[in-house]
């Protein structure tokens, strides 16, 4: 399960954002100074949420690296189907590179399933100033079909619209990733179209189907959905 986390490759004087977590956009503020301290203030915390006694989302930290980088590693066929230029990741090192730069900027999570190391999860493309943000996943093979991550998506909106204070939550999803448009609509987004050619795969591009929830949308209709079934 696993909405794409995009990458640059590092060479030479290019910075490394690997595949493992996502294009970062650079957060616009409104204030900019207070904004970045609250930001700043927030990524220190290593906020963490333990969610029906088997689920542990984590702020992520570089004494992951490995534990991601192990999992990569051992399913690169599997993953590599909707994580794009997945085989750019060689090394833990870049793993690490990886981990440097988007602490920096967004809250990223892995997460833990009774105790091991399930995938990540976070957030991405965060507009302070207007209020918005958009989700980002992938789960281990091994760890699909036990609702991990409905009910992680589920806790980190609820934390975008309570603490963050977001007003707009957005999951983008490849078109034919199955499993992975599953959980926009198990969680009661509202689909918003398709992004054409949104993203390149694998030497090709595919559309984007983009979901989105608001503040506003009912909580009744979302706390009923999450629990429905499972990926």
Same mark, same amino acid.
């Given at each position: 399960?696993f909405?794409s986390?995009?990458?640059?490759v590092?060479?030479?004087n /290019? &910075?490394l954002?690997s595949v493992?977590?996502?294009c970062?956009s $650079?957060?616009?503020y409104?204030?900019p =100074?207070t904004?970045?301290?609250t930001?700043? @203030?927030?990524?220190?915390?290593?906020?963490?949420f333990?969610?029906g006694g088997?689920i542990? $989302?984590?702020?992520?930290?570089?004494g992951d690296a @490995?534990?991601?980088f192990?999992?990569i590693n051992s399913q =690169?066929?599997?993953l590599?189907?909707?994580?794009?230029?997945i085989d750019?990741?060689?090394t833990?090192?870049? /793993?690490?590179?990886?981990?440097?730069?988007?602490?920096k900027s967004?809250?990223v999570f892995?997460i833990?399933?009774?105790?091991?190391f399930?995938g990540l999860?976070? &957030?991405?493309?965060?507009?302070?100033?207007?209020k =918005?943000?958009?989700?980002?996943y992938?789960?281990?093979?091994?760890?699909?079909?036990?609702?991990?991550?409905s009910?992680?998506v589920a806790?980190l909106i609820e934390f975008? &619209?309570?603490k963050?204070d977001?007003?707009r939550?957005e999951?983008k999803?490849?078109?034919?990733?199955?499993?992975?448009?599953k959980?926009?609509?198990?969680l009661?987004?509202?689909?918003?179209?398709i992004? =054409?050619?949104g993203?390149?795969l694998?030497?090709?591009f595919?559309d984007?189907?983009?979901y989105s929830?608001?503040?506003?949308? @009912?909580?009744e @209709?979302f706390k009923?959905?999450v629990?429905?079934s499972?990926?």
């Amino acid at each position: 399960m696993f909405l794409s986390f995009l990458y640059v490759v590092a060479k030479k004087n /290019i &910075f490394l954002y690997s595949v493992v977590f996502f294009c970062i956009s $650079l957060h616009k503020y409104s204030n900019p =100074r207070t904004d970045f301290l609250t930001l700043k @203030n927030m990524l220190k915390e290593k906020t963490q949420f333990f969610i029906g006694g088997n689920i542990l $989302l984590r702020q992520i930290s570089l004494g992951d690296a @490995n534990d991601i980088f192990i999992t990569i590693n051992s399913q =690169r066929e599997y993953l590599r189907k909707w994580l794009p230029c997945i085989d750019h990741i060689k090394t833990v090192n870049d /793993i690490e590179d990886s981990i440097s730069s988007t602490i920096k900027s967004e809250l990223v999570f892995v997460i833990h399933y009774m105790g091991s190391f399930a995938g990540l999860i976070g &957030f991405k493309n965060t507009d302070k100033l207007n209020k =918005r943000t958009g989700i980002g996943y992938w789960l281990s093979e091994k760890f699909q079909t036990k609702g991990i991550i409905s009910q992680s998506v589920a806790k980190l909106i609820e934390f975008a &619209f309570q603490k963050l204070d977001m007003h707009r939550v957005e999951i983008k999803c490849a078109r034919g990733n199955a499993s992975g448009l599953k959980i926009p609509q198990r969680l009661a987004f509202s689909f918003e179209g398709i992004e =054409r050619d949104g993203e390149f795969l694998n030497g090709n591009f595919v559309d984007l189907e983009v979901y989105s929830k608001l503040k506003t949308d @009912n909580p009744e @209709n979302f706390k009923h959905s999450v629990y429905k079934s499972e990926e």
